[in-house]
Nanobody, 127 residues
Framework: QVQLAESGGGLVQAGGSLRLSCAAS????????MGWFRQAPGKEREFVAA????????GYADSVKGRFTISRGDAKNSVYLQMDSLNSEDTAVYFC????????????????????WGQGTQVTVSS
């Protein structure tokens, strides 16, 4: 089993920045692609950003391209989401997910392909 724990959420003014972190623990012997999703009140969970096991390939939702940056730590058991130029539409609970036994250069944008999820961290952007 793998456990994921998000941190870094909070309240920020529009135009501001936040950096989310996700720490993975447990059985990490296999390659894990990782990603961030978010769920706003009354809406379904949606893809935000994803990164391959190697860290060399990334993907973003159109709504966050150019504003958000996903990266992972050298030890591969952590992933980060740098969020800049935040606006009220970014308000949501952000979830970190992991795909087990992923090819090193693959990243995943579909929620159903993820094997593990964190509990989420709230991001609130005030206008």
């Amino acid at each position: 089993q793998v456990q994921l724990a998000e941190s870094g959420g909070g309240l920020v003014q529009a135009g501001g920045s936040l950096r989310l972190s996700c720490a993975a623990s447990g059985r990490m012997e296999n390659n894990f692609a990782m990603g961030w999703f978010r769920q706003a009140p009354g809406k379904e969970r949606e893809f935000v950003a994803a990164i391959s096991w190697s860290g060399t390939r990334t993907g973003y939702a159109d709504s966050v391209k150019g504003r958000f940056t996903i990266s992972r730590g050298d030890a591969k058991n952590s992933v980060y989401l740098q969020m800049d130029s935040l606006n009220s539409e970014d308000t949501a609970v952000y979830f970190c997910g992991a795909v087990e036994e992923a090819p090193s250069s693959y990243y995943y944008t579909k929620e159903g392909l993820y094997d593990y999820w964190g509990q989420g961290t709230q991001v609130t952007v005030s206008s």
